[in-house]
């Protein structure tokens, strides 16, 4: 299975340098507020996707006073598919991955090797947010559930840019026309197939999560629903045209999540929020893993906060039982004594990481 075996660790955030053997299954790390416990975790998103889950300035990752940062990670395929070493180091205008000690000029080489999903208090904007969030989320699922959700994903992008240009200059040109429907029909159907797949494996997860509930998820395809796309351009043409940018299309879609009859966000307790945010990004992992033959890692950053023991005992037990590599920070160790499956404890002071035995 897909698992870190080793991480290596430097000049990133306050950490000291670290050496990791993180156990296969949940590995929790503790400390108090700024030790480095999210330090930790963000190190080990930054080699998978190369950006944190918190914030986008990469410059902030590296040590302050340092030039650069260095990160190593040996990733353990399935069993009977080896070993693949992945490196980054980076300073503040460039970067250089490896693959077994090649150079390899895309992070998508590194996030292919190690698939993460992280879970953090900003996730609840899944439900809570703007749109952008929950379509960035459908879509990331679809990159690691789908080999052609990429290439179909970029096709779109490059028709609506292409569009817009034209749109600019007041200007429509059939056959882009009909390429912007094309590709644009491609991804909605491709995005409603990815969250087919999700809800199917939602039924067990509900029971587990949130008992007693019923969640639906609806595609909003980013123009009225009673209508085609071609229709929906051509009724809105004039206001396209005023506003010289495309209006109705996959970038516009959203996700409409409900807990019975009413719109999560409306209705739902905070802590029942992050219980539905947990319980999609764990039939994510269900899915990826399914779809790739092995599972994935988690990062759970603060599994207390919001969370009741009841609730958090829910999720690692789940965690424990699923076969994913996890791990899971926590201000107060003792806060989880005793709940699920914990495999390893790492203690965080001051940057520093000791595995406690
Ligand atoms: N580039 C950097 N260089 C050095 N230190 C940094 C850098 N970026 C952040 N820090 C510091 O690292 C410390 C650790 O932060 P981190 O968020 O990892 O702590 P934490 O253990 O998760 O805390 P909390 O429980 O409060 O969430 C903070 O004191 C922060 O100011």
């Given at each position: 299975?897909?698992?870190?075996?080793?991480?290596?660790?430097?000049?990133?955030?306050?950490?000291?340098?670290?050496?990791?053997?993180?156990?296969?299954?949940?590995?929790?790390?503790?400390?108090?507020?700024?030790?480095?416990?999210?330090?930790?975790?963000?190190?080990?998103?930054?080699?998978?996707?190369?950006?944190?889950?918190?914030?986008?300035?990469?410059?902030?990752?590296?040590?302050?006073?340092?030039?650069?940062?260095?990160l190593?990670?040996?990733?353990?395929?399935?069993?009977?598919?080896?070993?693949?070493?992945?490196?980054?180091?980076?300073?503040?205008r460039?970067?250089?991955?490896?693959?077994?000690?090649?150079?390899?000029?895309?992070?998508?080489?590194?996030?292919?090797l190690l698939?993460?999903?992280?879970?953090?208090?900003?996730?609840?904007?899944?439900?809570?947010?703007?749109?952008?969030?929950?379509?960035?989320?459908?879509?990331?699922?679809g990159?690691?559930?789908?080999?052609?959700?990429?290439?179909?994903?970029?096709?779109?992008?490059?028709?609506?840019?292409?569009?817009?240009?034209?749109?600019?200059?007041?200007q429509?040109e059939?056959?882009?026309?009909?390429?912007?429907?094309?590709?644009?029909?491609?991804?909605?159907?491709?995005?409603?197939?990815?969250?087919a797949?999700?809800?199917?494996?939602?039924?067990?997860?509900?029971?587990?999560?949130?008992?007693?509930?019923?969640?639906?998820?609806?595609?909003?395809?980013?123009?009225?629903?009673?209508?085609?796309?071609?229709?929906?351009?051509?009724?809105?043409?004039?206001?396209?045209?005023?506003?010289?940018?495309?209006?109705?299309?996959?970038h516009?879609?959203?996700?409409?999540?409900?807990?019975?009859?009413?719109?999560?966000?409306?209705?739902?307790?905070?802590?029942?929020?992050?219980?539905?945010?947990?319980?999609?990004?764990?039939?994510?992992?269900?899915l990826?893993?399914?779809?790739?033959?092995?599972?994935?890692?988690?990062?759970?950053?603060?599994?207390?906060?919001?969370?009741?023991?009841?609730?958090?005992?829910?999720v690692?037990?789940?965690?424990?039982?699923?076969?994913?590599?996890?791990f899971?920070?926590?201000i107060a160790?003792?806060?989880?004594?005793?709940?699920?499956?914990?495999q390893?404890?790492?203690?965080?002071?001051?940057?520093?990481?000791?595995?406690m035995?």
């Open positions: 299975m897909t698992r870190l075996a080793t991480l290596h660790v430097e000049r990133f955030r306050n950490l000291e340098p670290v050496d990791l053997e993180p156990a296969a299954g949940i590995n929790l790390i503790h400390g108090v507020n700024g030790a480095g416990k999210t330090s930790l975790l963000e190190a080990i998103h930054t080699l998978s996707l190369g950006r944190s889950f918190r914030g986008n300035n990469a410059n902030e990752l590296i040590r302050h006073g340092a030039d650069d940062l260095l190593r990670a040996e990733v353990e395929a399935r069993s009977g598919r080896g070993v693949h070493r992945l490196a980054m180091q980076r300073d503040r460039s970067m250089v991955l490896r693959v077994d000690q090649e150079n390899v000029p895309r992070l998508s080489e590194l996030a292919r698939p993460v999903l992280a879970l953090h208090p900003q996730s609840d904007d899944l439900v809570l947010g703007s749109p952008d969030h929950r379509r960035r989320f459908l879509d990331r699922v990159f690691y559930a789908r080999t052609d959700f990429h290439e179909i994903h970029r096709n779109f992008q490059r028709a609506l840019k292409q569009r817009n240009a034209l749109l600019r200059r007041g429509r059939p056959a882009w026309e009909r390429l912007y429907l094309e590709t644009a029909g491609r991804l909605e159907a491709a995005r409603r197939d990815v969250l797949d999700l809800e199917q494996r939602m039924t067990d997860l509900l029971d587990r999560m949130l008992p007693g509930h019923r969640l639906t998820l609806r595609y909003l395809p980013g123009y009225r629903q009673d209508l085609a796309l071609d229709e929906a351009i051509r009724q809105g043409g004039e206001r396209e045209r005023d506003q010289q940018a495309s209006l109705f299309g996959p516009r879609a959203d996700l409409k999540i409900a807990l019975g009859d009413h719109e999560a966000r409306q209705v739902a307790s905070r802590g029942q929020i992050k219980m539905l945010v947990v319980l999609l990004h764990l039939a994510v992992l269900d990826w893993a399914e779809v790739r033959g092995e599972p994935a890692v988690v990062l759970f950053d603060d599994l207390a906060s919001e969370l009741d023991a009841d609730n958090r005992r829910r690692l037990d789940y965690l424990g039982q699923s076969g994913h590599q996890a899971v920070s926590v160790a003792d806060a989880i004594d005793g709940e699920g499956d914990i390893a404890r790492f203690a965080v002071e001051d940057g520093q990481v000791r595995k035995v």
